[in-house]
């Protein structure tokens, strides 16, 4: 079975075919950072306008790269929510216009589903039950994936996400947008004790909390600026670094400890090189299976809204016409 997946809930235009949920045979991505760049974040307007005007060429070379026809496809899988609101319109527009007009399936796919769902593609023998971390832009969220299409969040962000934190320091040290991978370039210079930075507790021990870590940060910049002093840009983004993936391989690991089960990574932040090592250690150490999506999947794209949609559409799950795009939603919120 042959689904096209569409994803427009941020910067990247994004179009793929994707076969029977784990065989990629076309992952078309459009990515819009360079004009972001220059503003220093997404701007929504932008995104929206770009999104109009390559999904259908997106569409076209997805297609074509797969060898396929559109009447060839089985479905069309759609990131419905959540994720800009306008920038998501667009998607889901589209999709509902190729799914009338071709009278296939439309079926909804949560974004986080996605990312999940890019680890499929990663290891085509992976299945659940299993926990994962979905470290983006917009989340840093603990999930129980109970099955395809059964999930239980147990941590999340109480604040800034994981992706959000590494953009607002990258920011204001002067290293552009996307900052994560800034970061982690400067970084590699480094020296992680160089900077001494709190770890900001939450109540929730599965929960977690950035805001602190970068308010830490800012002001060591501000003051050191006020004084007229130079930072070491270098080891301040190491000790950044450092501390947020202590924070995020710490907790996954600690998910696990009763249950046993093995955990995964995705979403931007997985593609962190330190993240990987950390995690992979301290797992290692308790005995735990270790997944994370490849690098070339991490950031948004349509393969992994294609094998969500896969799973989704064999457990029934159907938009109709009137399928509406949503800003926020929980996981578990689905009831299609
Ligand atoms: O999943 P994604 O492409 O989009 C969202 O759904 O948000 O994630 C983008 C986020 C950005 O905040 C970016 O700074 C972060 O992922 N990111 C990284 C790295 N590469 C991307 N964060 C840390 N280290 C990286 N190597
Ligand atoms: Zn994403």
Sequence with gaps: MKILGVETSCDETAVAVVENGRKVLSNIVVSQISEHNKYGGVVPEIASRRHTE????????????????????????????????????????????????????????????????????????LTPPFTVLVASGGHSHLIEVKDYTKFKTIGRA????????????????????????????M????NPKGYELPNPKTKEPLDVSFSGLKTAVINIVNSAQMKGQQINVEDLAASFQDRVCDMLSSRLVESVKKSGLPIAVCGGVAANKVLKTKTEMIAAKEGIEVYFADR???GDNAAMIASAGYYNYLNGVRGGLDLNAYATREIEEDSF
Excluded: Q
Excluded at 163 to 172: C, H, L, M, Y
Excluded at 187 to 190: I, P
């Design 54 to 125: 390559w999904i259908g060429i997106a569409a076209k070379n997805a297609l074509s790269e797969a060898g396929i026809k559109l009447e060839d496809i089985d479905a069309v899988a759609v990131t419905y929510a959540p994720g800009l609101i306008g920038a998501l319109l667009i998607g889901v527009g589209f999709a509902k216009g190729l799914c009338y007009s071709l009278k296939k399936s439309l079926v909804p796919v949560h974004h986080l589903e996605g990312h999940i769902a890019s680890l499929y593609i990663s290891y085509p023998d």
């Design 158 to 185: 109480v604040d800034d996400a994981a992706g959000e934190a590494f953009d607002k320091v990258a920011r204001k040290l002067g290293l552009g947008y996307p900052g994560g991978p800034a970061i982690a370039r």
């Design 187 to 190: 970084a590699s210079y480094g």
């Design 296 to 298: 070339e999947l991490c």
